[in-house]
């Protein structure tokens, strides 16, 4: 079993920057796939970024690509999830999840932390 715990979710006004992070107890990360979903409310789950088990590998949204950035730290059993030039839009909870395979589908994962609220004011 892997249980995941995120932080550093918060209230930010548009253009700031938040950095979360996901960490693991129970098992090491290492050999899992990681990911980073959000949820709006009244939406389903949708796919930020994902990450290899080993960080060689990383994908990103259309909507986060060139301003979020996903890293690890297999040492720390911890993933990162950086979030520059935040907009009102990106507002939502935020979820890390951990899987065999590196994908953008929900239910490739079979971990999910129980996630972090993020609130961009405009």
């Known amino acids: 079993q892997v249980q995941l715990v995120e932080s550093g979710g918060g209230l930010v006004q548009a253009g700031d920057s938040l950095r979360l992070s996901c960490t693991a107890s129970?098992?090491?990360?290492?050999?899992?796939?990681m990911a980073w979903f959000l949820q709006a409310p009244g939406k389903e789950r949708e796919f930020v970024a994902a990450i290899t088990w080993s960080g060689g590998s990383t994908s990103y949204a259309r909507s986060v690509k060139g301003r979020f950035s996903i890293s690890r730290d297999n040492a720390k059993n911890t993933v990162y999830l950086q979030m520059n030039s935040l907009r009102p839009e990106d507002t939502a909870v935020y979820y890390c999840?951990?899987?065999?395979?590196?994908?953008?589908?929900?239910?490739?994962?079979?971990?999910w932390g129980q996630g972090t609220q993020v609130t961009v004011s405009s």
């Open positions: 129970g098992r090491t990360l290492s050999t899992y796939a």
């Open positions: 999840a951990a899987g065999p395979n590196w994908s953008a589908v929900v239910r490739q994962y079979e971990y």
